[in-house]
C-alpha cells in the first residue's frame, strides 16, 4: 500500500508495453517459484454478495471493468493459463480499500515483520498496523475522494452502456466503454488498483491464492527464511526473452546484460557526462519507449487487441 502523500500522484509508466511482455519481463527476475503459504486470507473466503462498501451490481461492474483492463482466461481465450483481475480478485482488493475504516485499526498498512508464507509461525502481517492521528486524517480525506470516484466512475460506464448496465452489454462494447473513458478519468484509476490487487501482498484483499506470482514466478515475501548461499550465488544469468515477447527495454542493453557487460559507465550511478546507453536517444532512453499517448496505451492493453494477438498463436 503506498503512503497517503504519494498516491495523489499516479507514477506514469515511461515505456509502452503489453500485458503479456510486462508478465513475462517480470519473469527474468532472479525468484524461486513460490511454495503457497500455509492459510489464505479471511477476505478470500468470502462469496460474492458479502462486500462492504459496494453493493452487488457495483461490484459486478468493477468486477467486468478490471477484467477487461487484465483479463484472463474467462475473458478471453488469448488469456488461457493467465489470470486476470477477475481470478486474483481484484474487486475485493478494491472494496477492502474503499472501507478501510470499517476496520480498527483500518486496513491501510499491513503489519510485520513477517507472514507465515516462508517459513513464519504467525502471519503478522494479517494485523494492521494503527495510524497516527495525522495519519488517519489525511487517508480518511483520501478513501472519501475515492469512495466518490468509484460512485461516479460505475455510474459512468453503466450510463455509457446501452441498456444502462455495462454488465449487460458484451465486450466488445465494453472495452468501447472503457477506450471513451469517464469525464474525470476513472479507467486509470481502475486501471491501478486492478495492478495492485492483482500483484500486491495477499493481505490487502486481493492475488488470490498467490495467482498474480504465481504467473510472474516471484517468490513474494521470503522473510523469514529468506534465500540460501546456493540460491543468491549460482545465477545463471538473465533468461532469453521468449519469441515473439518485446522486453521493456532496448535489444542491445539485453544482450550485453546476458554477456555480463557493463550497462552504466565507470563511476557509479551518477549520470552527469555519461554516454546514453546503446539504442537510446540523446536524453539516454529510447524515445520510441514514450507513451506519447494515454489513450493509445489503454487501446493497446485492452483485450480488444489480444484476439489479434490469439490469431498470432501461442507465443505472438
Do not use: C
Request: charged share 25%; hydrophobic share 40%.
Amino acid at each position: 500500500m503506498q503512503d497517503a502523500d504519494s498516491v495523489h500522484q499516479p507514477v506514469r509508466s515511461p515505456v509502452s508495453i503489453g500485458r503479456r511482455s510486462f508478465l513475462a519481463g517480470v519473469g527474468f527476475l532472479p525468484l524461486l517459484k513460490y511454495v503457497p503459504r500455509s492459510t489464505l486470507v479471511a477476505a478470500h473466503a468470502r462469496q460474492p454478495g458479502s462486500f462492504r462498501f459496494f453493493d452487488d451490481h457495483q461490484a459486478a461492474v468493477v468486477t467486468e471493468a478490471s477484467a477487461r483492463l487484465i483479463p484472463g482466461p474467462q475473458d478471453d481465450p488469448a488469456e488461457e493459463g493467465h489470470p486476470g483481475a477477475r481470478e486474483a480478485g481484484v474487486v475485493f482488493y478494491i472494496d477492502l480499500f474503499l472501507s478501510a475504516f470499517d476496520d480498527d485499526p483500518p486496513r491501510i498498512f499491513a503489519g510485520g515483520p513477517w507472514s507465515d508464507r516462508s517459513g513464519g509461525e504467525e502471519d503478522h502481517m494479517a494485523d494492521f498496523v494503527p495510524l497516527s492521528a495525522h495519519e488517519e486524517q489525511l487517508w480518511r480525506e483520501r478513501i472519501a475522494d475515492l469512495q466518490e470516484r468509484y460512485r461516479a466512475g460505475i455510474a459512468a460506464l453503466d450510463a455509457a452502456a446501452d441498456g444502462g448496465d455495462f454488465t449487460a452489454v458484451g465486450v466488445e462494447a465494453q472495452d468501447a466503454i472503457l477506450l471513451a473513458d469517464t469525464p474525470d478519468g476513472f479507467r486509470r484509476l481502475l486501471f491501478e488498483h486492478a495492478i495492485e490487487g492483482t500483484y500486491s501482498v495477499p493481505e490487502y484483499g486481493g492475488n488470490h491464492e498467490l495467482v498474480g506470482w504465481t504467473e510472474t514466478s516471484s517468490a513474494g515475501d521470503v522473510a523469514p527464511t529468506g534465500w540460501t548461499a546456493d540460491q543468491t550465488s549460482e545465477s545463471d544469468g538473465p533468461d532469453p526473452a521468449p519469441e515473439g515477447v518485446a522486453l521493456p527495454f532496448p535489444a542491445e542493453v539485453a544482450e550485453q546484460a546476458s554477456e555480463g557487460g557493463e550497462l552504466l559507465p565507470e563511476g557509479g550511478g551518477s549520470d552527469e557526462g555519461a554516454a546514453p546507453l546503446p539504442g537510446t536517444g540523446a536524453a539516454g532512453r529510447d524515445p520510441s519507449a514514450e507513451i506519447a499517448d494515454l489513450d493509445a496505451f489503454f487501446a493497446a492493453a485492452l483485450p480488444g487487441l489480444s484476439r489479434a494477438r490469439a490469431r498470432r498463436g501461442p507465443g505472438g
